[in-house]
């Protein structure tokens, strides 16, 4: 079965960085596009960043260039770097992933998205 695993979440301080993997697995991940959300209790699920399949990445217009997102298709692993971080970035964080048209995870049901890994960024 097909299943995303987000990890490297925790605490950091303002101003720190941190390196979040998601780990898929599966056959297909070099032909898939990745993207990553986060989520703060009360508040609607926020896109962060999206990469494609030739490697291509977009992200958020908010991020101001602190995030970057890239993947390791030897390693079934696609990656968001965050620098500079801010107490706003506290979140729960998660991973999805795309072959052909077909997002993984469902946006008609986040519950089952699980509990993501959560960034907790204090001062």
């Known amino acids: 079965q097909v299943r995303l695993v987000e990890s490297g979440g925790g605490l950091v301080q303002t101003g720190g960085s941190l390196r979040l993997p998601c780990e898929a697995s599966g056959r297909r991940f070099s032909l898939s596009d990745l993207a990553w959300y986060r989520q703060v209790p009360g508040q609607a699920r926020e896109f962060v960043a999206y990469?494609?399949?030739?490697?291509?990445?977009r992200y958020a217009d908010s991020l101001k260039g602190r995030f970057s997102i890239s993947r390791d298709n030897g390693r079934n692993t696609v990656y968001l770097q965050m620098y500079s971080l801010k107490p706003e970035d506290t979140a729960a964080y998660f991973c999805?992933?795309?072959?052909?048209?077909?997002?993984?995870?469902?946006?008609?049901?986040?519950?089952?998205w699980g509990q993501g890994t959560q960034v907790t960024v204090f001062s």
């Open positions: 999805n992933l795309k072959y052909g048209s077909a997002w993984l995870r469902s946006e008609a049901d986040f519950a089952s």
């Open positions: 990469i494609d399949s030739a490697g291509r990445p």
